[in-house]
Nanobody, 124 residues
Framework: VQLQASGGGLVQAGGSLRLSCAASGLTFSSSSASWFRQAPGKEREFVAAIREGNSATRYSDSVKGRFTISRDKAKNTLYLQMNSLKPEDTAVYYC??????????????????WGKGTLVTVSS
């Protein structure tokens, strides 16, 4: 399994970015997937997750209403649409996958496969 995140960059506060995570060796539509982020000097934190099958989603309180997680079956790609970005959203963003949903989706230890991160910098 290989995951490759992309789409990060520098954006002004209030702006938008869309992150992508391309996968090989698995099918996103039959796997649960998530985004985590890690800011400098901080622990990795949960951002969003999407369940296999019914595509139920979960978000951290800090991004709810601003970020949207989705996947494209045809492209086998996971996305994170980020709107109304804030300086505190600055972090390296990681995509992660596991075969089946877990109620502990917010815990990075429960995700099996990780991509290399993509840096998002939001300027004030």
């Amino acid at each position: 399994v290989q995951l490759q995140a992309s789409g990060g960059g520098l954006v002004q506060a209030g702006g938008s970015l869309r992150l992508s995570c391309a996968a090989s060796g698995l099918t996103f539509s039959s796997s649960s997937a998530s985004w985590f982020r890690q800011a400098p000097g901080k622990e990795r934190e949960f951002v969003a997750a999407i369940r296999e099958g019914n595509s139920a989603t979960r978000y951290s309180d800090s991004v709810k209403g601003r970020f949207t997680i989705s996947r494209d079956k045809a492209k086998n790609t996971l996305y994170l649409q980020m709107n109304s970005l804030k300086p505190e959203d600055t972090a390296v963003y990681y995509c992660a996958v596991r075969n089946y949903w877990t109620v502990q989706y917010y815990d990075s230890q429960h995700w099996n496969y990780w991509g290399k991160g993509t840096l998002v910098t939001v300027s004030s």
